[in-house]
């Protein structure tokens, strides 16, 4: 069957996933469990998702990642059954089931606001998908009894649901979808709601939870940090559209475009000019990098990470620049540098005060080159870098759905 | 300061305090005494241990409400549904159109009835057929689900419109089946509507007497009529005897249900 994905075209990086997975020879891992082919979905006349073409393999924890209104939540559902694509078409282990219901698919979702069943207490939540499945009473009691146990939370099996802390809701949520051994999980910003202390535990523990089952995790996120830590593959998606499929280190030394490379991390974007291969002009300075195989004269988005950049003293830059702003995060200062009137972020334990001139120095392998997109320009300026600004859209991020 | 703020309260209160011991507490008092006394105003059992005379009404009146409770259930819990999920524009529609008959006055739409379903009414000239309805157990039964099917609806609607919408996607991701979602998760979480609406229609139902008079062609006696019969001819201690423990049967069994609803909203009484 000829079949071409969108990343195929668009991103060498979902070529990589093939190689590696080929070198692996795992054919085991490799299988693809489920697979999404031209699915378009809109909603009011609005394309939310675009022609969207995507594999996911047997046993992967894959994380779609992205923005509000980027169209994953609505690819979660398709996959989940609760939406039907307008186009395109759903597979399951080789089968089509565009058009089979929800009930009747091998994939359990834990809800981002859990959906527990208020009239029935933890014991009964966890045993509600066996007693459908008319599974005998003491199996029943024998595998929950065996969930509860894997989500720590014995002992609470006569506590009604209201009762529990949003953690505890939580596992409870999960035991209940994992219960019926389902072939994959799909979770939909489960950690959305809890605080940050209890969210990284719970990233911790649902990585285990999967390792453990061997089992597909499908997880929704628009918290990069999340996404990185957790998953084994990553889907970068905007606007309705898959920007960048690879494993998270891929991702985030290798983005694709200025979206992807600003969404992941922060980023100076910066427009340059290849000369030829290995070196590339920006900011009135010519560069070694490690990347080759442009045009001679190629326009090209230039990605420099925060804390790739050295602070030198002024003599020994290869750019200089005035601070505007110093902000201490703990680890790091987070200092912001004007270089020819483009604002740069740079990370450093070093402290430097505001209205020095500074020096940069930028190794080559921290300069990584990529190809121009419609979202060049829009991304990795500092210019008016604030903290509110990032928590605000962050929070708004967090209200999708 | 606390005690400043308990003050406001009761300030604030004492119109409803006033109110509810005027028009409740006080009538029912009134009740309770005419009940307990003789015409002369002496303490006495008798009109409470002669109500044993009564039973064949009271029967009859149990029977007529618990078939309309149950038909007005089962009309009306599927109308709440499907109005409750369908789109906002279309549940105000459906719920103005059910609340449009309550803006005309109960005896007129009784009246009504009554005119429609005459043997010479307007359903007999329609249909050229000589159907005998008034005066049938059908005709009240008709009348009571008509004028109280509102009040089982409204309240299955409310309280179905508040479950979490995910509700039917978890239950239905989990293995349910379109009529499973609703016997395992949707009926169990409507049920304090359910017993909301129960009570609204059985009590109204089981007390009624102007439709059991007027649709039931005067060949019934209900124990709302009897009631109506006691205090019309002046019979104020038998009437009042009878009220009361009425209106203790009423509260024991709204007791019993609520005990089924056992949820923190929606149980109207008790």
């Avoid at chain 1, 393999?57 to 307008?86: W, Y």
């Avoid at chain 1, 920007?243 to 200025?258: F, M």
């Avoid at chain 1, 420099?304 to 601070?323: A, H, N, S, Y």
């Avoid at chain 2, 029912?28 to 002669?50: K, M």
Wanted: with cysteine; hydrophobic share 45%; aromatic share 10%.
């Amino acid at each position: 069957m000829t079949y071409v994905t969108y990343h195929d075209i668009f991103c060498t990086c979902s070529c990589v996933r093939k190689n590696k997975a080929d070198e692996e020879g795992n054919s085991k891992e490799m299988a693809k469990l489920i697979e999404l082919r031209g699915i378009s979905k809109s909603y009011d006349g609005e394309k939310v998702i675009d022609n969207m073409d995507l594999y996911i393999r047997d046993k992967e924890f894959i994380t779609l990642l992205g923005p509000s209104g980027c169209g994953k939540t609505t690819t979660l559902r398709i996959i989940g059954g609760f939406e039907s694509a307008d186009e395109g078409e759903l597979y399951f282990d080789g089968a089509e089931i565009s058009n089979v219901p929800a009930y009747k698919r091998q994939v359990n979702t834990v809800f981002q606001k859990y959906a527990l069943f208020p009239h029935l207490n933890v014991y009964e939540n966890i045993a509600f998908p066996l007693r459908i499945q008319k599974v005998k009473e003491n199996e029943i009691r024998e595998r929950v009894t065996e969930m509860l146990k894997m989500v720590a939370l014995s002992g609470f099996e006569n506590k009604s649901v209201s009762t529990l802390s949003g953690g505890q809701q939580q596992r409870v949520a999960i035991a209940r979808a994992l219960v019926s051994h389902p072939r994959v999980l799909l979770l939909d910003e489960p950690l959305g709601a809890l605080d940050l202390k209890l969210r990284k535990d719970m990233q911790n523990e649902l990585k285990s939870i999967q390792q453990a089952i061997g089992i597909t995790f499908i997880y929704v996120t628009h918290d990069q940090e999340e996404a990185l830590s957790m998953s084994d593959t990553i889907v970068v998606m905007a606007d309705g559209e898959i920007q960048q499929i690879g494993t998270p280190t891929d991702i985030y030394n290798e983005p694709k475009n200025a979206f992807v490379a600003d969404f992941i991390g922060e980023s100076n974007i910066i427009d340059g000019v290849m000369l030829a291969d290995k070196k590339v002009k920006f900011a009135r300075h010519t560069f070694e990098c490690v990347d080759g195989g442009y045009a001679k004269g190629e326009a090209v988005d230039v990605v420099i990470r925060p804390e790739d950049v050295d602070v030198v003293p002024k003599e020994r830059g290869m750019l200089t620049g005035r601070v505007t702003a110093v902000t201490f995060k703990g680890v790091h200062y987070e200092i912001i540098v004007d270089i020819d009137g483009f604002k740069w972020m740079i990370q450093s334990t070093d402290y430097v005060a505001p209205e020095e001139d500074i020096g940069v120095y930028i190794e080559p392998d921290a300069i990584h080159i990529m190809k121009k997109s419609k979202y060049s320009g829009k991304f990795g300026d500092y210019s008016s870098f604030s903290d509110e600004i990032d928590q605000l859209s962050d929070a708004d991020a967090a209200e999708e759905f | 300061m606390t005690k400043k703020r308990s003050l406001m309260r009761s300030i604030a209160a004492a119109p409803h305090v006033f109110w509810a011991v005027l028009f409740i507490v006080l009538p029912l008092l009134i009740v309770a005494y005419y009940a307990f006394t003789d015409a002369d105003g002496a303490f006495s059992f008798e009109n409470i241990l002669s109500l044993a005379d009564y039973a064949d009404i009271f029967l009859l009146s149990l029977e007529l409400s618990v078939i309309a409770t149950l038909v007005c259930f089962v009309i009306g819990y599927p109308l709440a549904y499907i109005i409750a999920r369908s789109k906002p524009r279309t549940q105000k529609l459906f719920i103005m159109l059910l609340m449009l008959p309550m803006w005309t006055n109960l005896l007129i739409r009784t009246y009504s009835i009554m005119a429609i379903l005459d043997d010479g009414g307007f359903l007999n000239q329609l249909l050229n057929t000589e159907l005998h309805i008034i005066g049938t157990k059908g005709a009240v039964i008709f009348g009571m689900v008509y004028d109280f099917l509102p009040y089982m609806v409204l309240p299955i609607y409310t309280c179905i419109s508040k479950i979490d919408k995910h509700m039917w996607e978890a239950a239905s991701d989990l293995g349910c089946t379109p009529v499973r979602v609703i016997t395992k998760v949707i009926f169990p979480l409507s049920l304090s509507g359910v017993i909301s609406g129960i009570t609204m229609v059985f009590v109204p139902s089981i007390s009624t007497f102007y439709i059991s008079q007027k649709l039931g062609g005067g060949t019934f006696e209900l124990i709302g009529d009897t009631i109506e019969r006691q205090f019309v001819t002046g019979a104020l201690n038998t009437g009042a005897a009878i009220s009361f423990v009425m209106m203790i049967l009423i509260m024991i069994s709204l007791t019993v249900m609520n005990r089924f609803g056992d949820s923190d909203e929606g149980g109207i009484i008790v």
